[in-house]
């Protein structure tokens, strides 16, 4: 079964801090993705990458940044977490032109 | 801009009757289509997709949907709901660039399916 796993399920974080969420697939998948849910909202893509080191923006870039050196491990950064940035993050991972898989998701809370 | 509508916040529908999720699309060309379903405190979970061929395709756990082109649609249904189908649903959808598909995924906002014994 392809795996797709989240660092954290729970998360609290201080207001200024950097914050790293980390996802690691174990399908060779070349496409890896980065979402925030909120309720109502979706899921909204926030960075993809499609190869090592390539990324490409979503609809909610700012205050993100991402990282992919190797193709397994995709990470998400908050260069200083707000409150705002409170939600639901999710990780997948895919072939091309094919399902997403995606793991169980990192509620971080910034207080 | 792209993007994928699902119209209804949450739909309700009695045990036993059928049910239809409603999606719409707004991309370039001939999108790849995809149903996702998520229990509460669970990931996403893959349902069924369209890529080509027959307009109607069949997924998991009897769910089903229409592909229509000229709606730009892409409707889950399913012809006896269960209880155990509650759940939030989306749409989502890879737009094709000039060289092919991208493999950027693009969600909806979601649908929560009630149904009721």
């Known amino acids: 079964d392809v795996k797709v796993t989240q660092s954290s399920r729970y998360l609290v974080k201080r207001t200024g801090e950097k914050v790293f969420l980390e996802c690691v697939q174990d399908?060779?998948?070349?496409?890896m993705f980065w979402y925030r849910q909120d309720p109502g909202l979706g899921l909204r893509l926030i960075y993809f990458?499609?190869?090592?080191?390539?990324?490409e923006k979503g609809d909610i870039p700012e205050g993100y940044s991402v990282s992919r050196e190797k193709k397994e491990r995709f990470s998400l950064i908050l260069e200083s977490a707000s409150t705002n940035q409170t939600s639901m993050y999710l990780c997948a991972s895919s072939f091309s032109g094919h399902e997403a898989f995606f793991g169980q998701g990192t509620r971080l809370t910034v207080v | 801009a792209q993007s994928v509508a699902q119209p209804e916040d949450q739909v309700n529908v009695a045990e036993g009757n059928p049910l239809t999720v409603k999606c719409t699309y707004s991309v370039s060309g001939n999108p790849y289509l995809f149903w996702y379903v998520q229990y509460p405190n669970r990931g996403l979970q893959f349902l069924l997709k369209?890529?080509?061929?027959?307009?109607l395709v069949k997924g998991s756990y009897g769910f089903e949907a229409e592909f229509n082109k000229s709606q730009t649609s892409f409707h889950l249904k399913k012809p006896s709901a269960l209880v155990s189908d509650s759940a939030l649903y989306f749409c989502?959808?890879?737009?094709?660039?000039?060289?092919?598909?991208?493999?950027?995924?693009?969600f909806g906002q979601g649908t929560t399916l009630q149904v009721k014994p």
């Open positions: 989502a959808v890879i737009p094709l660039d000039g060289s092919g598909n991208t493999g950027k995924l693009i």
């Open positions: 990458s499609y190869d090592v080191k390539m990324k």
């Open positions: 369209y890529i080509t061929g027959d307009n």
């Open positions: 399908m060779d998948h070349e496409n």
